[in-house]
């Protein structure tokens, strides 16, 4: 076959171009990447991005390297992010669902807005559950609501945290069903299971995660879409008549002048960490999702919708 | 039987035993160095693990966690600094030691009294785990609040001299733990509307200002180092066997702080800085002779180490057993066994039988090795701090607590912080305010107000709410426990006051 000396030149020029092009567009990572916990070491936002950090690496072809700056509920990393975060995706930070939203209506003294970043994705979601022990009294949801109704603030139920996703729905819960019950916050999901166990609370009302690690419990009610994989006897809230979807959601996030490119690298990158670690967090109670662009504006959208009434409303109290 | 056998087998491997070597030697070090805890650690350590199989994993997580609480002993000893918070009541008596020219012996104590200590907790997991996590469970929102109680009446104990400057400490300590982000209610108190002030004043933080600043500061000011010089320490020479008389020759004294150690351990909520305390108390109230605790007697380290060591494995029965976290590197542990697909529970003793016990031996045998590495390591590291010149010693101090209140949590605040406590911690210890009661009220100010406000909360619907503190056998007794230790620590100091005035001693605490 015969190649003309003109084709080869073009092909090569071509050729080049196109590699110039790619490396153009590969520029992004070019060193390492800094991603911050806001919470302490050993909890899940840590525990995941431990497993992302490799796939992230290997994706991206720079470390990333996860450092820790817990305290204020996440909000002291949040807001000296929001402060001095450079745009330009070397260093990116974990953001979780509804924090970002409640802390700031919440407390004046947060330190960080609720839009003022740029939200890569949120990478999975843990819907709240209801949970009783084996021995309650209540078989079904109905049971725990018709209770509810005839003695009025007895029945207690534990959380994880005050105005977190647990508290929020509770809250809402009560309202759909025009009950009244008590909330009593714990500091993590770890007390929580000994209250249940020891009695000291009626039932929980915390994440679907806690349903598949302990053994001698009932999920009352899941607060999802669709039943969650690893606990598919549970019936949903919306199955029973209550329209209450919710739960913590775990995302990662930049500062709001970031480049769209840089911002689409990392989400693929977050994308396929999710694929490969699923297989180790779905059987956990974890939902893997992959909510960016407007699919997340509305998510925000509709549980600020959900939220500030409650909030203002606690508020006023105070 | 079987299970222990082939778990005792697959922990006999040249892999299993350097990786349990390696751990020790690693949390050692790591657990000397102030401002690195055992829970940070452990998370360290937590990527390493993906790539291990399940058991070595876990072994090498446990041996870390075995050596770091040991390791804090070290600094506590030598500089008066707990490297990590379990061992603040190794300071009060290990430091006077330290400077009599005691601290090998000191060091060798707790070293055994760890050794034993981690031992006897991995005996009562092995073999009681079932029916004590029965007994975690039993502590509630209403019991905890009773157990912080009990441990503030040691403010009374821990402040020789003057009872009220002692209470004054305890106040500082509880009103500083009220900063930040309130335990129930979420909301921020004390910022000033400084968003960083929402984090809070962290317990290491604190600990690493109060006692090892006023300690530098001291040095400085005396233009000395950390120990008397070699001269002295000639005499010291105390024989290993001669150490492992006085920490063997009173029984009691070990065996109460280990069942101390195990009983808080179960706990959920209640670390190593509780047990010590709460151990090293008892251990001067049962003493014979109470006063010469705080002056460098060898029983308070002992007390103090034994008892956090007994945690190491002791809190790991409500995590195995129920998934409770019996103290916070605990949290890390559970991580990894729900990533390899183990759910704690009683499957955890039979299905993968094998796996649990040989993690459970592996922590015997990290508790083993503690003998050797911290004997030898022990040597290394106090011929260091004694040949070293304190003009060489006191800057390189400073510059690694700066370092270590730093990696913390990443932050400049906490350097502050820790550098305004250290300041006035030196001041208080001018007019006989001690770090130790501020820290006390620090820790446990929290746990009570947490507690105190849950069982309000949940007793919203009673006529009479604050009787839901008492409406439990357990929360009874605790509360009685509570009014008892009071009196043994009010009523000696009353008679002193109204009958035998002249014996009140000149206390003088440095």
Same mark, same amino acid.
């Not at chain 2, 918070?85 to 005691?102: C, E, H, N």
């Not at chain 2, 508790?367 to 390591?377: K, N, Q, R, S, T």
């Given at each position: ?38 919470f302490d070491p ?21 470390n ?9 509920g ?37 330190? /960080? ?29 109905e ?15 534990g ?5 977190s ?14 009950i ?16 249940? $166990?020891?009695?000291? %609370? ?20 899941v ?18 008549? /209550? ?8 995302? %990662? ?32 109670g ?20 959900? /939220?500030?009434?409650?909030?203002? $409303? ?5 | ?58 072994i ?25 918070p ?17 601290? /090998? ?5 707790a ?15 092995l ?53 930040? %982000? ?6 921020t ?121 007994v ?96 990696a ?6 906490d ?41 309000l909360m ?13 409406n ?36 003088d605490?440095?």
């Amino acid at each position: 076959m015969f190649v003309s000396r003109h084709t080869l030149a073009v092909a090569v020029s071509a050729l080049t171009a196109l590699t110039f092009a790619a490396s153009a567009q590969a520029e992004y990572p070019e060193e390492d990447i800094t991603y911050v916990i806001p919470f302490d070491p050993g909890g899940e936002s840590d525990v995941t991005a431990r497993f992302q950090e490799p796939i992230l690496e290997e994706e991206l072809g720079v470390n990333v390297n996860v450092t820790h700056r817990p305290g204020g509920g996440g909000a002291v990393a949040w807001s000296e992010f929001q402060n001095s975060a450079e745009a330009d995706g070397y260093e990116i930070i974990g953001v979780n669902l509804p924090h970002i939203i409640g802390q700031p209506i919440e407390r004046s003294d947060a330190g /960080y807005e609720t839009d003022d970043w740029k939200i890569v994705t949120f990478f999975h979601s843990t819907p709240n559950a209801l949970i009783v022990s084996k021995d309650s009294p209540y078989e079904t949801l109905e049971d725990l609501v018709e209770d509810a109704k005839e003695n009025p603030e007895a029945i207690t139920l534990g959380g994880s945290g005050t105005y977190s996703a647990n508290h929020l729905d509770m809250l809402r819960f009560e309202k759909e069903a025009d009950i009244d019950l008590t909330y009593i916050p714990f500091s993590g999901t770890g007390p929580l299971k000994g209250a249940l $166990e020891g009695n000291h %609370v009626s039932g929980l009302f915390n994440y679907t995660m806690l349903g598949t690690e302990m053994d001698n419990v009932r999920v009352l009610a899941v607060a999802s879409e669709e039943r969650v994989k690893a606990l598919p006897d549970a019936p949903t809230f919306k199955e029973q008549g /209550y329209d209450i979807v919710g739960g913590a959601y775990r995302g %990662v996030a930049v500062p709001a002048d970031t480049s769209d490119e840089v911002v689409e690298r990392l989400r693929e990158a977050f994308a396929t960490a999710n694929e490969q670690i699923a297989e180790k967090q779905e059987p956990l109670g974890f939902v893997m999702e992959d909510i960016h662009g407007e699919e997340l504006d509305e998510l925000i959208a509709t549980l600020r919708e959900a /939220y500030e009434p409650i909030l203002e $409303e606690a508020k006023e109290d105070d | 039987m079987d299970m222990l056998l082939q778990a005792l087998a697959t922990l006999l491997t040249f892999e299993s035993l350097i990786t349990v070597l390696l751990g020790v030697t690693a949390g050692l070090f790591i657990g000397a160095l102030p401002g690195l805890t055992a829970s940070m650690a452990l998370a360290v350590l937590l990527p390493f693990t993906f790539s291990m199989e399940a058991l070595q994993g876990l072994i090498a997580l446990g041996a870390v966690y075995m050596g770091s609480i040991y390791g804090g002993a070290f600094t506590a000893i030598l500089i008066n600094t707990p490297g990590t918070p379990s061992s603040i009541a190794t300071t009060f008596d290990g430091y006077p030691m330290a400077r009599q020219g005691r601290a /090998y012996e000191a060091l060798a104590a707790a070293t055994m009294a760890s050794v034993v200590g981690g031992l006897v907790g991995v005996a009562f997991l092995l073999v009681l785990a079932p029916p004590l996590a029965r007994w975690a469970v039993a502590f509630g929102p209403a019991e905890m609040f009773w157990v912080a109680m009990l441990g503030l009446t040691l403010v009374a104990s821990l402040s020789s001299g003057s009872l009220l400057k002692g209470l004054l400490g305890g106040c500082i300590g509880m009103l500083l733990s009220t900063i930040g %982000v309130s335990p129930v209610g979420g909301e921020t108190r004390f910022t000033f509307g400084f968003p960083p002030l929402q984090g809070g004043i962290e317990l290491v933080v604190a600990l690493i200002g109060l006692f090892v600043i006023p300690e530098l500061l001291n040095m400085a000011a005396e233009g000395r180092g950390a120990l008397p010089g070699v001269g002295e320490l000639r005499r010291r020479d105390t024989s290993i066997r001669q150490v492992a008389r006085q920490v063997f020759g009173k029984p009691v004294n070990l065996i109460r702080s280990c069942l101390i150690g195990q009983i808080i351990a179960i706990i959920p909520g209640a670390g190593g800085n509780v047990t010590s305390l709460v151990a090293y108390n008892e251990a001067r109230r049962f003493s014979k002779d109470p006063k010469s605790f705080g002056k460098g007697n060898v029983e308070g380290v002992v007390a103090s180490e034994s008892s956090n060591n007994v945690m190491v494995a002791g809190s790991m029965v409500p995590l195995l057993t129920l998934g409770i976290p019996g103290a916070p590197p605990d949290a890390i542990i559970l991580g990894v066994l729900l990533l390899h697909g183990l759910r704690p529970g009683l499957d955890l003793f039979t299905q993968s039988g094998v796996l649990t016990n040989g993690f459970i031996l592996s922590m015997g045998l990290a508790a083993l090795m503690l003998l050797p590495v911290g004997l030898l390591g022990g040597r290394l590291i106090h011929r260091v701090v004694i040949r070293t010149p304190y003009y060489f010693l006191l800057p390189g101090i400073a510059m690694v607590t700066i370092l270590g209140t730093f990696a913390l949590r990443n932050s400049y605040l906490d350097v502050g912080i820790m550098l305004m406590l250290g300041t006035a911690g030196y001041f208080l210890r001018l007019i006989g305010i001690q770090a130790a009661p501020i820290v006390l009220g620090l820790i446990l100010g929290g746990i009570a107000e947490q507690g105190y406000v849950q069982t309000l909360m949940a007793a919203v619907a009673d006529p009479v709410p604050w009787l839901r503190l008492l409406n439990n056998t357990l929360s009874k007794v605790l509360a009685l426990l509570v009014l008892v230790g009071a009196a043994t620590a009010l009523v000696p100091i009353w008679l002193e006051r109204s009958g035998r005035l002249d014996k009140v001693s000149q206390e003088d605490t440095p």
